[in-house]
């Protein structure tokens, strides 16, 4: 089943704004990951945060996780139309085999 | 690309028609997975392997079957295609081992239809 979950499905913004968007999972975790994907292409990893950790940053990414709610977001700041892409949250569960299990993935669109 | 290949790139087949989709790295890891990916569903684990012929199941694995006789390639088998099956498949790797905090590497992908 799911173990992630991403909210919003869809996203249209402009280009310069800020794009949030938001992972719900189900059990304790050992460590967070989100990709990006573009279109007809494979996944690419963007950032991991791990549990013990509440913010993370990259570039113009920033990533929190609050563990007590079981929830993170993705905030992609001045957003470029080359940030048009789908946004997967990814768990590693503890205790687990260290497997990714995947969300339904957010479809980010930034228009120029 | 973290070296990973995966055969063919497209594929059309018949319904009933046995498929092998093939994962190639070139960087010797040692876990490998096969994801599928359908709209709506994100992506599900079909099947995994921590090191050759060690492998084991995924969430959806019925159909499909792998095998891993060299740490460098990693097989998907579908015995009998059906139409279900009709999806884009990706292969993974993850590298310095299968520790709690490491990130995956993703093929291109497999897109495959059943007619």
């Known amino acids: 089943s799911q173990q992630g979950e991403e909210d919003p499905q869809a996203l249209s913004i402009q280009e310069g704004e800020n794009a949030t968007m938001n992972c719900s999972y189900k059990t304790s975790i050992n460590n967070l990951q989100w990709y990006r994907q573009n279109s007809g292409r494979g996944l690419v990893h963007l950032i991991l945060?791990?549990?013990?950790?509440r913010e993370k940053h990259s570039g113009r990414l920033r990533v929190t996780l609050d563990t007590s709610k079981k929830s993170s977001s993705l905030l992609i700041t001045a957003s470029r139309a080359a940030d048009t892409a789908s946004y997967f949250c990814?768990?590693?569960?503890?205790?687990?085999?260290?497997?990714?299990?995947f969300g339904r993935g957010t479809s980010l669109i930034v228009h120029p | 690309d973290a070296g990973i290949t995966q055969s063919p790139r497209h594929k059309v087949t018949e319904t009933g028609t046995p498929v092998t989709l093939r994962c190639h790295q070139t960087e010797n890891h040692r876990y490998m997975y096969w994801y599928r990916q359908d709209p709506g569903h994100g992506l599900r684990l079909i099947h995994y392997?921590?090191?050759?012929?060690?492998?084991d199941k995924g969430e959806v694995s019925d159909g499909y079957s792998v095998s891993r006789s060299k740490t460098e390639d990693f097989l998907l088998t579908l015995e009998s295609a059906t139409s279900s099956q009709t999806s884009v498949y990706f292969c993974a790797i993850k590298k310095g081992g299968q520790g709690p905090n490491t990130e995956a590497f993703f093929g291109q992908g497999t897109r495959l239809t059943v007619v």
């Open positions: 392997s921590y090191g050759v012929k060690d492998t």
């Open positions: 945060i791990r549990s013990n950790e």
């Open positions: 990814a768990t590693d569960e503890a205790g687990g085999s260290y497997i990714p299990t």
